[in-house]
């Protein structure tokens, strides 16, 4: 201790006079990386949250969804969404199976808001070329498997405004985990 206590003082005075010289001279960051831009950060700002904030202009239903879902999406997930070909998750059916000794999770049966549908596909699909879509076709499909699950009909548009406002069956089977007064 008592080391540390008679070398602080020179130590100090070194370290004062290295911050003085690199004061005196150009003030210099660590130059880690590139000064991020609001430009830059918004195309990967895309998150859409169970209210539907930000979602963005397009619209499509269910019968433009259908073409979107049988050139993009059929070959994994299967006619109609139903899954079944090993490759991916089926999206329809299942609704009122949850609670019963063989639960289908999908799409249709398990998600809680339709919101997020939009933003999974945007983000995520086709799994083989994500952000690949145009918003409209992201609503379009999102439509088709809605109306496939019968949440929504055939001719129903969906966008920034109706999405929101579609119930999906499944939105009082979460448990939440924090006061009903923290929530908004
Ligand atoms: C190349 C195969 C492939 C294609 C094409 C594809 N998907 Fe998927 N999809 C997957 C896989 C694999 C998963 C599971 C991903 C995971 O769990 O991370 C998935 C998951 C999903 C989910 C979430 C399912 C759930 O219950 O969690 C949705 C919704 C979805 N896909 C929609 C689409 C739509 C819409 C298209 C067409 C635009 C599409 N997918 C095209 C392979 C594919």
New binding site residues.
């Given amino acids: 201790m008592s080391l540390f206590k008679n070398f602080r003082l020179p130590v100090f005075f070194i370290g004062f006079i290295f911050s003085g010289v690199a004061l005196g001279g150009e003030l210099q960051g660590p130059k880690l990386g590139v000064p991020v831009e609001a430009g830059t950060l918004s195309g990967w700002d895309i998150s859409i949250g169970p209210d539907g904030r930000g979602l963005p202009d397009g619209e499509g239903d269910s019968r433009s969804g259908f073409t979107?879902?049988t050139e993009?999406?059929l070959?994994?997930?299967g006619q109609r969404g139903a899954g079944g070909l090993g490759?991916?998750?089926p999206?329809v059916g299942g609704i009122g199976s949850l609670a019963t000794d063989e639960p289908l999770?999908?799409?249709g049966s398990?998600?809680p808001y339709a919101t997020t549908?939009f933003d999974?596909?945007r983000r995520?699909?086709?799994?083989?070329?994500p952000a690949s879509?145009t918003n409209s076709?992201v609503y379009a499909?999102?439509a088709y498997?809605l109306a496939q699950n019968g949440i929504i009909g055939e001719v129903d548009a969906i966008n920034a405004v109706t999405l929101p406002m579609v119930r999906m069956p499944n939105r009082d089977g979460f448990v939440m985990f924090w006061p009903e007064e923290d929530r908004k």
């Fill in positions: 979107v879902f993009r999406c070959r994994c997930h490759l991916a998750d999206l999770k999908t799409v398990y998600w549908i999974y596909i995520a699909m086709p799994y083989d070329a879509l076709e499909v999102t498997i």
